[in-house]
């Protein structure tokens, strides 16, 4: 585990990238039922083969939500483990340039370019985000990332 001296030495230094990954159709059909999301661009694959965009595309909103299970390629203990706990904090940003289709790879690159104490030992970690190497999606995730910080519930006044 780094310390947050040592984060902010990686201000615009690191470049973090993700696995490659993949939405396939049965993700996208569950994500819209999930979010009430249902339109033929998202869940008619005949449909959607019809159109300029060549087949289904995925929700934005689904790969937005993927990019915080990136957090782990972070340079800080990202397991919370009584002591240390990190949380998505929010978005800044988010743009979509181009739609993803369904079933096409697509990875998460991203730089740290702001580290701001919130609390004692507490932060909030910036980092821009692209999906891809030729970016669909543009966006700035707001980490909230707490160490040495006690994960025990508080003893309730009798």
Known sequence: M???AAIQ???HADEMVS????IEQKDTDLFAKLTDDEDPMHNDPEWSATTHWGGTIVQAAHVLSLGV???TSLPV??????GHYV???GYDRVRVISPL???HPFRYRGKIVDVREKSGDAYV???DVQGRDEPFMVYEGLIYWAKNQSMEKPASAS
């Open 125 to 127: 970690i910036k980092v």
């Open 77 to 82: 203990q990202t397991v919370s483990d009584g």
């Open 87 to 89: 949380l998505n904090y």
């Open 69 to 71: 299970g990136q957090v």
């Open 2 to 4: 780094r310390t947050d």
């Open 9 to 11: 030495g990686l201000l």
């Open 19 to 22: 696995d490659w990954m993949t």
């Open 101 to 103: 289709r369904v079933g």
